[in-house]
């Protein structure tokens, strides 16, 4: 078959990590795939955007993700941050939209694109984002597919759409395996950090900080593209590890170092389930907590 995923962006986080995963086995099984997607975003802040409007700053260039490799040409991203026209979409039978704006312009699309899905990997309602465009989106004529339970369950319940299958992510075991070792000279837990606020990571520095209390001499590895910042200070002693590449080396864990996962609500998990090497995961109780 001919398939094409539409992507709003090439990086390797989570969500992008899931796609280019389903187009790597369904290009190994023999499939024709090809990967949409556009120009990353400049980076934020009054200094870049000074520097652009300056001309010191060149424009931001479009970089393939390492994940999408493998396709090589049959990766095509857009010059500019746009919405599709037909001309850039190829004639194909089944074309996906992997996020909300996505799934506008594959609506738009003439039939002979192929069969319209909408693969859903949230519940895309955030306070940052039009919430009138995104749920309308849960009403266009498209196949919708999610990952989870949850997120099947808030569209429907929510919204009256009907989404027509739950595809869950799997794990890829061969990054996440788990040999028999001893165990660890100090109790440790690590967690990933960012700033964004639906992550609640301020929950995950509180339980660690009430698990000191009883355990003195438990040890915190904490890992994220950027430093922690205020007011979500880690706990006195933590060791920060910055990731490279949206991926947390094995050699940077100890062995089965349990990894806590705070989010109030979760798509599918990505961050603990796709990218923690080693060891269990953990999800610290939060109120009105969502199940996968």
Known sequence: MKITFVMPLVSTNGGIRVVATHARILHAR???????????????????????????????AAVPSPLLDFLGPKHRILGQRRPLDAGDVPDADV?????????????????????????????EVF?????????????????KIAVSQYIRH??????????????????????????????????????????????NIALAIEAIRLAKTRRPDLRVKVFGSKPPMPPCRCPLGSTI?????????????????????PARRKGSGCPSSRRWPVGPRFWPPAPGRPRT
């Open 30 to 60: 023999g499939h024709d795939v090809t990967v949409i997607s556009q120009a990353g975003r400049p980076p934020a802040g009054w200094k870049p955007l000074a520097k652009r409007l300056l001309g010191m700053r060149k424009r931001h």
């Open 95 to 123: 074309v996906v939209a992997t996020w909300w704006a996505t799934a506008e312009h594959v609506a738009a699309l003439p039939p002979s694109k192929g069969q319209k899905f909408y693969l859903l990997q949230d519940y």
């Open 127 to 143: 306070p940052n984002l039009p919430a009138d465009r995104v749920i309308a989106t849960y009403h266009l004529p498209l196949w």
């Open 241 to 261: 590890i910055k990731i490279r590449r949206n991926r947390i080396s094995p050699a940077s864990t100890p062995p089965a170092m349990p990894g806590c996962s």
């Open 154 to 199: 808030e569209i429907e319940t929510n919204h009256g759409a009907q989404v027509v299958g739950v595809v869950p992510n799997a794990v890829d075991l061969d990054q996440f395996a788990a040999p028999i070792r001893n165990r660890n000279e100090a109790v440790t837990v690590g967690f990933l950090y960012t700033h964004r606020p639906r992550k």
